[in-house]
C-alpha cells in the first residue's frame, strides 16, 4: 500500500469512534415516528377490508362462515376464480366496462380541453356566460337529469348500445375548469411567439398545449376512468341485455335470487376482485405518464 493510501485508510479508522458517537449521541425524532406511525395504521385500516376480500375469495363456503373467521388464504385460489369467471361470464362484463369507461374519460378530456382552449384564448359574445353555464352544471349531475337524458337517448334509438353508455357521460364542467385554469397559466410570450411563426389555433393546441398538459391529463384520465368503471344506475337503466351489462351490475347475478340458498361469498368476492384489478392497474400503468408530466413542467 502506498503512502498515500495508508494515510487515507488510517484517517477513516480514526473518524470511526466519532461517527458512532454521533449517532449514539442524536436524539430521537418522536415527532417523526409518531406521524410514520399514523400513517402505517390509516394504510393498515384501508387495506385490510382489501386483503380480507381476497382471503374470502380463496376459501370454501363452510371456511367463510367459519367463527372466529380464518384470516390467512385458503388453498382454493384458482377454483373459486375459475368459477367465478365462468358464472359471471366475466370477460364480456370487463369488455363492456373498460368501454365505457375509457371512451367517457377520453372524450370527456378531448371536450374539455376544446372548450377551455376556446374560454380562454378566443374572444367572442357572451364568453363569460357560455363559461358559468358550463360550471353551473355541476349541480346537475346525471343523477338528477336521468329520465330527460333517458328519453333523449331512447328516442334517438340509443338504448343497449355502446353510444347510449358513453356519450351522456361525456360532457365534464369540472375537467374544464381544470384545464381552463391550466391555460391561464401559459405565458403569453409563448402564444405571441406561435403567431408570429404563423401557428394555428388547433396546432397550438396539439403542439404546445397539450405537451404541457399531460400531467394534467394523466390525473383527470384516473380519476374520470374510475368513475367510469364504478357506474351503476345508468347503465342499469339503459340496458337491457346480459351482452351490454357493466361489471358493477354483473356481480348481482351471483347474489341468489331465493333464501333458501346460502350466498357463495367467496364466489363473490373472488369476482369483486377480479373486478377491482382494472382500475389499480390503470392507477399504477398512469402513474407514471403522472410523475413524466411533472417533470417534464418542472423543466
Given at each position: 500500500m502506498s503512502a498515500g493510501g495508508?494515510?487515507?485508510?488510517?484517517?477513516?479508522?480514526?473518524?470511526?469512534?466519532?461517527?458512532?458517537?454521533?449517532?449514539?449521541?442524536s436524539p430521537?425524532?418522536?415527532?417523526?415516528?409518531?406521524?410514520?406511525?399514523?400513517?402505517i395504521l390509516c394504510v393498515a385500516v384501508i387495506a385490510f377490508p382489501l386483503y380480507y376480500a381476497f382471503v374470502i375469495s380463496t376459501q370454501t363456503v363452510p371456511e367463510v362462515l367459519g367463527r372466529p373467521p380464518m384470516l390467512r388464504p385458503s388453498g382454493h385460489l384458482l377454483e373459486n376464480y375459475a368459477a367465478a369467471w365462468q358464472r359471471s361470464h366475466m370477460s364480456r362484463l370487463l369488455l363492456n366496462s373498460a368501454v365505457v369507461a375509457v371512451v367517457s374519460a377520453?372524450?370527456?378530456?378531448?371536450i374539455s380541453m376544446l372548450s377551455?382552449?376556446?374560454?380562454?384564448?378566443?374572444?367572442?359574445?357572451?364568453?363569460?356566460?357560455?363559461?358559468?353555464?358550463?360550471?353551473?352544471?355541476?349541480?346537475?349531475?346525471?343523477?338528477?337529469?336521468?329520465?330527460?337524458?333517458?328519453?333523449?337517448?331512447?328516442?334517438?334509438g340509443w338504448l343497449n348500445s355502446y353510444a347510449g353508455l358513453t356519450i351522456p357521460l361525456m360532457a365534464s364542467a369540472t375537467a374544464t375548469f381544470l384545464f381552463r385554469q391550466f391555460y391561464m397559466t401559459v405565458?403569453?410570450?409563448?402564444?405571441?411567439?406561435?403567431?408570429?411563426?404563423?401557428?394555428?389555433?388547433?396546432r397550438f393546441l396539439w403542439s404546445f398545449l397539450m405537451p404541457l398538459s399531460w400531467a394534467n391529463i394523466a390525473a383527470l384520465f384516473v380519476v374520470l376512468?374510475?368513475?367510469?368503471?364504478?357506474?351503476?344506475?345508468?347503465?342499469?337503466?339503459?340496458t337491457n341485455t346480459e351482452t351490454m351489462r357493466?361489471?358493477?351490475?354483473?356481480?348481482?347475478?351471483?347474489?341468489?335470487?331465493?333464501?333458501?340458498?346460502?350466498?357463495?361469498?367467496?364466489?363473490?368476492?373472488?369476482?369483486?376482485?377480479?373486478?377491482?384489478l382494472p382500475p389499480v392497474a390503470i392507477i399504477l400503468f398512469m402513474q407514471r405518464w403522472f410523475v413524466k408530466g411533472l417533470i417534464e413542467t418542472e423543466k
Open positions: 495508508a494515510a487515507v485508510a488510517s484517517a477513516r479508522v480514526a473518524a470511526l469512534p466519532r461517527v458512532a458517537e454521533a449517532r449514539r449521541g430521537i425524532d418522536w415527532g417523526t415516528v409518531v406521524v410514520h406511525a399514523l400513517l377520453l372524450g370527456k378530456i378531448a377551455a382552449f376556446a374560454i380562454v384564448y378566443f374572444n367572442f359574445r357572451g364568453k363569460s356566460v357560455a363559461f358559468w353555464m358550463i360550471f353551473v352544471t355541476l349541480m346537475l349531475p346525471v343523477e338528477v337529469r336521468i329520465m330527460s337524458t333517458f328519453e333523449v337517448i331512447g328516442s334517438i405565458p403569453n410570450e409563448l402564444v405571441e411567439a406561435a403567431q408570429l411563426d404563423g401557428v394555428g389555433p388547433l376512468f374510475i368513475f367510469g368503471w364504478n357506474q351503476y344506475l345508468w347503465p342499469l337503466m339503459i357493466v361489471v358493477v351490475i354483473g356481480l348481482q347475478d351471483l347474489i341468489p335470487r331465493t333464501g333458501t340458498h346460502v350466498p357463495e361469498w367467496n364466489i363473490m368476492m373472488a369476482a369483486a376482485m377480479m373486478a377491482l
